[in-house]
């Protein structure tokens, strides 16, 4: 079953039409109060995504759910230059980029460098700033030539385990995996980026 779309904008609009759609999947999977919550939680998170960016950027949300295996959808155009990732950066007000706390947090911070012109400053900048979140991502071609980037939350979760970089790093990146809702509840996490064309889709068997 593929729900319909609903638009979800980075200020906020739309966010209850998503929230209501979950829970119309939930009753449609027959979960419990516990699950749909967990489910509530997820759907949360995803639309979270968004908010930070500056302007009325807008993503297309739905659900698709076989049985009680649920996917949770968002795709968005996220144009990015060095100002737009500049006025991301700027939502703390100390100058650093309080938007990339937590693991939806770097996922943001992730797409607003994957998504900026392919040129040696932003493509310096861009190998800088990723740090530990870069594990668990391929870049390869995708049809027409343009570049694709792909991440998943099990192959991050794989390479933080195996890294070799300094222990404290590796302990925090670990802490704040156990702190995240999306990594304690969903199964998996990938998103796949082709130029400024980004989709991100949290799985979630309940059962």
């Known amino acids: 079953?593929?729900?319909?779309t609903v638009k979800i904008f980075s200020t906020g609009e739309g966010r209850d039409k998503?929230?209501?759609?979950?829970?119309?999947?939930?009753?449609?999977?027959g979960l419990d109060g516990k699950s749909a919550l967990r489910l509530r939680l997820l759907s949360e998170e995803l639309i979270e995504l968004i908010r930070p960016f500056e302007g009325d950027l807008q993503g297309d949300f739905w659900m698709e759910a076989e049985d009680k295996n649920v996917e949770i959808?968002?795709?968005?155009?996220?144009?990015?230059?060095?100002?737009?990732?500049?006025e991301l950066l700027a939502v703390s007000s100390s100058g650093?980029?309080?938007?990339?706390?937590?693991?939806?947090?770097?996922?943001?911070?992730?797409?607003?460098?994957?998504?900026?012109?392919?040129?040696?400053?932003?493509?310096?900048?861009?190998?800088?700033?990723?740090g530990l979140i870069a594990l668990g991502s391929q870049?390869?071609?995708?049809?027409?030539g343009s570049e694709a980037y792909s991440w998943s939350m099990s192959g991050y979760v794989t390479g933080?385990?195996?890294s070799i970089v300094d222990l404290d790093v590796k302990q925090e990146a670990q802490d704040e995996l156990e702190r995240s809702i999306v990594a304690n509840l969903a199964d998996e996490v990938k998103v796949n980026i082709?130029?400024?064309?980004?989709?991100?889709?949290?799985y979630k068997a309940f059962g």
């Open 194 to 202: 082709v130029n400024s064309d980004v989709e991100v889709v949290i």
């Open 96 to 130: 650093k980029n309080a938007a990339a706390k937590g693991i939806i947090g770097k996922i943001r911070e992730m797409i607003a460098v994957a998504t900026l012109p392919d040129d040696p400053e932003t493509r310096v900048m861009a190998d800088q700033a990723l």
């Open 1 to 4: 079953m593929k729900t319909e």
């Open 139 to 144: 870049v390869g071609s995708h049809y027409g």
């Open 160 to 162: 933080i385990n195996t």
């Open 73 to 86: 959808h968002l795709k968005a155009e996220v144009p990015m230059d060095l100002k737009t990732r500049s």
């Open 18 to 29: 998503a929230l209501e759609l979950t829970e119309k999947t939930g009753a449609f999977c």
